[in-house]
């Protein structure tokens, strides 16, 4: 906890403060994470198992990603039963003992609650499509077919040409907004939201301290059923009319009760509709995170990056939390997309490290992150597990693409480059299994290792210890404003953060080449002592006008004469 004196009625870019503001979480993607019984697939002991480990980063909260029962068509975000253990994951026993032993260690546990669709192998579709008059046939979302027999809407999902498939018992038509074993709930059913509603429930009264809530802008569907104009801009499924009822609702009957913190995955966010996620006023979620960067920068663009946390620092500060993050399970890793993964990658690493802790808003570390972890390369779609990068893959041979060419198109942004087994060590299946992996290891983990990383004092590892560690001892970190003082500079990006009388001014050099930053009035010729930098000889700047700057070089300065 930071401390309370100097916040008293200030205002900050956070807003008032609370404990979830100043969280730092790690998420888990159990299934790559660790796994203790040798079936090659990870599970919830192997998180008990690390538990040591994760502390050791100094984080708060441990994002797990769905562990729910799943066929595992779109590994566990397709549920079958809300209220079991998926057996690969482990039991109801497992997780007990796993939020027992966490919260020992003062760590909380966030779940990843997937509330717009199901499996299509839970009970309640196959009720569903049962028969058109089955009591819970309006749970879901039915359509005729359109008069020339095709689906009713020429909508894509985002994974397959089609949202629409078709169910010949019944002749009609269902939605999926995902994978076709995912049908969309219906969540103008009233009946359908108490039922959610008492799900969460159940898990906060577990013990669950955090919430994240899957594909939440896709809850309320479009008012009319009628052709897009463009099929492949999927916007028309997300931020429809009656979503932050919905929210609100779920605020009254669920959140406001417990201690909590929940954020939203709110695709096609911008500042302005984000804002009516998380306004502390609204009283519907505590953060979001958005996909400007994640969904919308395909390759890194500074001028671009800059301008969205400009916009977003604006249009939120003090009203409003987001969370920032790089990467994530759908995501490909930061440092291979966004940084430089060759001859700079432990200096990229955590330079993007020290952006995204030093940016206002709640830090996501996804597993693997914190020691370099990069994308993978594999040269066969059958090395491939996610269902997006398969499906897109047939549909482009389909359509005529060679297949070598279709697989490098899209192997760069691949889910599963993300997805590969935590690097524990340099050993068999990077000490992830003593199986065989349900997918296979990056095989740069003979180098790339927490193993490593521990006996490399200058490792990404170390570095991340040192990072976590700051933001708990300097509250200008995370509820200080928030002033880019680098304008469209396409390399450097220097902002200053202030709280009170404490001013910190971090410069990075996103470049492979050295650089400099000139310090504007009123910092020109000030004194600044080096809080961290990524160069193991940062040393003080005294009444400087420039700051010299290597390759991929992150300095955190403390404006001090
Ligand atoms: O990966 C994306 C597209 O580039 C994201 O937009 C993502 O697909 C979308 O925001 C929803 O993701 C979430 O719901 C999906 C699941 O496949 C993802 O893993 C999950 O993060 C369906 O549950
Ligand atoms: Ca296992």
């Known amino acids: 906890m930071i401390q309370r004196e100097i916040m008293t009625g200030e205002e900050t870019i956070l807003g008032r403060p609370a404990w979830w503001k100043e969280s730092v979480v790690y998420q888990v993607y159990w299934r790559s994470f660790f796994d203790t019984n040798g079936d090659g697939i990870g599970d919830l002991r192997g998180v008990i198992e690390k538990l040591d480990y ?14 729910n029962a799943s066929p595992g068509v779109d590994n566990g975000y397709d549920i079958s039963d809300y209220y079991a253990i998926a057996p690969e994951a482990g039991t109801m026993a497992d997780f007990e003992e796993l939020v027992a032993e966490a919260h020992r260690r003062g760590l909380k546990i966030m779940m990843d609650i997937v509330l717009n669709h199901t499996s299509d192998r839970h009970p309640w579709f196959l009720e569903s ?3 058109r008059d089955n009591p819970k046939r309006d749970w ?10 095709g689906p009713p809407t020429n909508w894509r999902s985002y994974f397959h040409p089609s949202c629409w498939r078709f169910d010949e018992a019944t002749g009609q038509y269902y939605m999926h ?4 074993g995912q049908p969309d709930l219906n969540w103008a059913n009233p009946e359908v939201r108490r039922e959610m509603y008492r799900m969460l429930r159940f898990w906060l009264d577990k013990g669950v301290d955090g919430l994240r809530l899957d594909a939440l802008a896709l809850l309320a569907k479009p008012k009319t059923f009628t052709d897009a104009a463009d099929p492949y801009d999927i916007r028309y499924l997300t931020h429809n009319p009656g979503l932050h009822d919905y929210l609100q609702e779920m605020n009254r009957e669920v959140f406001r009760h417990y201690d909590i913190m929940t954020v939203g995955e709110v695709a096609f966010a911008t500042p302005e509709k984000g804002l009516l996620f998380v306004d502390e006023e609204r009283k519907e979620l505590h953060s979001l995170f958005h996909f400007e960067v994640a969904d919308e920068m395909p390759s890194w663009d500074m001028v671009r990056f800059k301008r969205i946390q400009r916009r977003w620092a604006e249009a939120l500060s003090g009203r409003g939390v987001m969370g920032q993050f790089l990467n994530n399970h759908d995501h490909t890793r930061q440092v291979s997309r966004y940084g430089n993964d060759r001859e700079f ?30 994308g993978v390369r594999f040269d066969s779609i059958d090395d491939y597990r996610d269902v997006m990068m398969k499906s897109r893959y047939e549909e482009l041979v389909a359509a005529g693409r060679d297949p070598a060419d279709a697989l490098r198109e899209l192997a760069p942004l691949s889910r599963d480059n993300s997805r590969t087994p935590m690097q524990w060590s340099a050993g068999p299946n990077a000490g992830f299994t003593t199986g065989t992996p349900w997918i296979r290891p990056n095989p740069n983990h003979a180098v790339i290792n927490v193993e490593a990383a521990e006996a490399d004092p200058d490792s990404v590892l170390h570095y991340y210890r040192k990072l976590i560690a700051l933001r708990k001892e300097h509250p200008v970190m995370v509820y ?10 396409p390399h450097v990006y220097a902002y ?12 990075l050099n996103h470049s492979d080449q050295s650089g400099s930053f000139t310090l504007p009035a009123p910092y020109a010729g000030r004194t600044m002592k080096p809080v961290l930098g990524n160069y193991a000889d940062a040393g003080e700047v005294t009444h400087a006008h420039t700051i010299r700057l290597r390759p991929h070089e992150a300095l955190i300065l403390h404006c001090v004469g």
């Open 345 to 374: 990658r432990v200096q990229s690493a955590k330079l993007l490290a020290t952006m995204v802790h030093t940016l206002p808003g709640i830090p996501y570390v996804y597993q693997g992150e914190e020691i370099g972890m990069t």
């Open 140 to 149: 879901y979302i039915w359509r005729d077919p359109a008069p020339d027999g």
């Open 496 to 507: 200053v953060r202030k709280l009170g009388d404490t001013v910190w001014l971090v410069v």
């Open 129 to 131: 499509r049962s028969s």
């Open 54 to 67: 994760i502390r050791s980063l100094g984080v708060d909260f441990i994002w797990l990603n769905p562990f």
């Open 177 to 180: 907004s995902f994978a076709i």
């Open 480 to 489: 200080g404003d928030f002033e880019d003082i680098s304008g469209d500079d």
